[in-house]
């Protein structure tokens, strides 16, 4: 699928990530909001950002998850929802309880996207899981676009909206990632690790990432192939 690579020295470090833009609104029509934390949420920005945020991970986390893991998540979110979240009474409590679970449901790792057998690694051997949080997406993008200017490419990667983490449990917890981004107008797929410095362009992508299993899997198989962590 992938092909026309472009190969540099530099970080190593493979994840599939979804790039979107927190909502200012709630993730629920405040017009209808009646319980007290329904409406602290819609009183106060950050709370709606936040509430709006734990949506969308969530909702991509039940999508990408077996039916077993599926009943396993809706049953944790009933009990934060209910023993959680609506026991908070005051704005920080709710912010705290927030941002703790967007980074339980953000940390969860879906077995499918485990990529193929690799010369240096196996299935078994990596995990890989979807990047959500926002600072780990810039961090990386960062790394991405050094690597991209150490191998003398020009331009500023765009626009990243899938982006995968990979470990590698049986090499010391090494990692790697990979998105799909924009770069000089064009979908590429780009790939670096962290310990032996390899990065690889592939300027060929998909020409509408959806986070779907499919993607999800390529993206992964991208990086073991081409960025294997502590390969």
Not at 167 to 196: F, H, P, Q
């Amino acid at each position: 699928m992938f092909h026309k690579l472009v190969y540099a020295k530099h970080v190593v470090v493979m994840t599939l990530m979804m790039v979107s833009c927190i909502a200012v609104a709630a993730d629920f029509d405040c017009a209808k909001a009646h319980s007290r934390t329904e409406l602290m949420i819609c009183s106060d920005h950050r709370l709606a950002e936040y509430d709006s945020q734990l949506g969308k991970v969530y909702r991509l986390a039940i999508k990408h998850s077996y039916e077993a893991q599926q009943s396993e998540l809706r049953d944790a979110q009933k009990h934060w929802l209910l023993d959680v979240r609506d026991h908070c009474g005051d704005v920080e409590c709710l912010r705290n309880a927030y941002a703790k679970r967007i980074e339980v449901v953000s940390q969860i790792k879906f077995e499918f996207l485990t990529a193929k057998k690799f010369d240096l690694l196996s299935a078994k051997d990596m995990e890989t899981s979807f990047v959500y949080d926002q600072a780990e997406l810039k961090t990386q993008l960062a790394d991405f676009q050094k690597s991209l200017e150490k191998a003398g490419i020009s331009g500023k990667l765009k626009d990243c909206q899938l982006m995968v983490h990979v470990i590698n449990k049986e090499g010391g917890g090494n990692t790697g990632y990979g998105a799909s981004c924009m770069l000089n107008g064009k979908r590429v797929t780009i790939c670096s690790d962290t310990m032996i410095g390899n990065m690889a362009l592939s300027l060929n992508s998909f020409s509408e990432p959806d986070s779907s299993p499919e993607q999800a899997s390529s993206l992964a198989d991208f990086v073991g192939w081409n960025c294997p962590p502590g390969g």
